[in-house]
């Protein structure tokens, strides 16, 4: 039973210091570690939306480079016989093509092999734009850029997008977000556009505007993501420890209820749509940014939702969401306190091994002597108790049982002055053999505790001093 309490009690020390590690780990490191990746996912979205930023100023100031050129703003105005507005079409056409053409061959080979950052502004990549258009003083499109459009020519812009007649009243080059088809019918596309205006080059008065854009495709938020990560592309993400892809976070740019641009899958998109837009409402939110959890196929991730400057008040505002997968991102902590687990397991298993084991040991010696008094008690009074010198409490119960079976026999007792012997069988030698002393009076009990060794030593002190006598 004493074995069984002494288990119990190694048990129970261990399992409550396991228990406040983990209380510890789950108080304390988790959280702890949850924000830290909001950290980075708050250091993170500063960074996109600053690149973000520059994008905007780059394509603002190639709007205004195209608005500028003198060949365009005449073409705009000249005076023209016949079928004016399809001769105007082709002049203005054939002047933003020639300025599409300096971009796409003459900039793009002086910035080959040149980081983006280190690049002026209208030298900035992408230069392959989405969206090339001229529109007059009216907002009607006068020409642009791409195959197929021709039919679009004279359709009223300036009264889908008000901005376009208040960039010319301002007489200023504006950055806006445009859901546009080129297709009458078909889902809108996302656009970030720059809108500057257009002056006579005599009277200097407004006489239409140059309209750039480039489309929000997924390939942004993967530019976006490559901007973090610092160049790693999609197969690169593949090989990185579950911790480095926390500091690569998936990337998704929106409009209103809808995702245009992300770095997951179309079934992701889906599922994290429904938790920001239904289940968070995060358009309804009173704060330009949120850190929340969300679940995307039966995983939980770390999100923050960021409206773009002066976004957050308009009625379609646009953001962007960055996200990491939380098991991820306390993937070091949950590791370690699994490890901790583990390794409570193993210490409770060896150690009540190892109880066990010792008190089989050191009760084995103790079971002979048990064995012994059974003998004594089955009639066997001449049983001697063997010591044990490599057991101190069973070598010093061994001798106090033998003195006790010959002081219950009547046997004069080892210290009586008087005694003639009979105790040659109770003080045996290392070898098993027996001392047989010709005379034990003065030899001393041995009831201090002392092992076989120390009682030598006083039998040979008890020896010098008999001789002296």
């Not at 064995?371 to 001697?384: F, H, P």
């Not at 010959?406 to 069988?425: F, R, T, V």
């Amino acid at each position: 039973m004493f074995k069984l309490k002494f288990a119990a009690g190694f048990l129970a020390l261990i399992v409550v210091q396991a228990a406040f590690l983990v209380y510890v780990f789950q108080s304390d490191l988790i959280p702890l570690t949850l924000q830290d990746t909001d950290i980075t996912l708050q250091r993170s979205a500063s960074l996109v939306e600053k690149s973000h930023r520059i994008d905007e100023f780059s394509l603002q100031e190639k709007a205004r480079h195209v608005a500028n050129r003198r060949g365009l703003r005449e073409a705009m105005v000249a005076d023209y016989e016949g079928d004016w507005e399809s001769e105007r079409h082709r002049a203005v056409h054939r002047a933003l093509d020639t300025e599409h053409i300096r971009f796409t061959e003459f900039w793009a080979d002086d910035a080959e092999g040149t980081r983006n950052l280190d690049l002026e502004l209208t030298h900035r990549r992408p230069l392959d734009l989405d969206m090339f258009m001229a529109l007059d003083d009216a907002g009607d499109l006068a020409a642009t850029l791409g195959s197929g459009r021709a039919h679009m020519m004279g359709d009223n812009i300036g009264s889908q997008f008000p901005i376009v007649l208040a960039a010319m009243e301002r007489d200023e080059t504006m950055i806006d977000m445009w859901n546009w088809s080129w297709r009458a019918g078909a889902d809108r596309d996302l656009y970030i556009v720059a809108i500057s205006p257009m002056r006579d080059t005599e009277t200097g008065e407004p006489v239409g505007v140059v309209v750039l854009g480039n489309r929000v495709t997924d390939s942004v938020a993967e530019r976006s993501r490559a901007l973090i990560t610092d160049g790693f592309g999609e197969e690169d993400l593949a090989d990185l420890t579950s911790r480095q892809q926390v500091l690569a976070p998936n990337i998704a740019f929106f409009r209103g209820d809808t995702i245009y641009s992300s770095t997951m899958r179309s079934r992701e998109v889906s599922q994290l749509g429904d938790e920001l837009f239904e289940r968070h409402a995060v358009l309804e939110q009173d704060q330009p940014e949120k850190i929340l959890d969300v679940d995307i196929d039966a995983a939980s991730y770390r999100s923050i939702v960021r409206f773009f400057p002066g976004q957050f008040e308009t009625d379609n505002p646009a953001g962007l969401i960055l996200l990491t997968n939380r098991d991820s991102a306390v993937a070091p902590v949950t590791s370690a306190r699994s490890q901790v687990l583990l390794v409570t397991a193993a210490v409770v298993v060896f150690g009540l091994g190892l109880i066990f084991f010792f008190f089989h040991v050191f009760l084995k010696p103790l079971a002979k002597l048990e064995e012994g008094v059974q003998e004594i008690l089955s009639g066997d009074k001449d049983y001697i108790f063997e010591p044990d010198e490599n057991h101190d409490v069973a070598d010093n119960l061994a001798r106090h049982l033998n003195l006790l079976s010959a002081y219950l026999q009547g046997k004069p007792m080892p210290d009586d002055e008087h005694s003639l012997g009979g105790w040659d069988s109770f003080d045996t030698d290392a070898d098993g053999g027996s001392s047989k002393p010709s005379k034990v009076a003065g030899v001393p009990m041995n009831l201090g505790g002392k092992s076989k060794s120390s009682s030598s030593d006083d039998d040979k002190e008890e020896e010098t001093t008999e001789e002296t006598t």
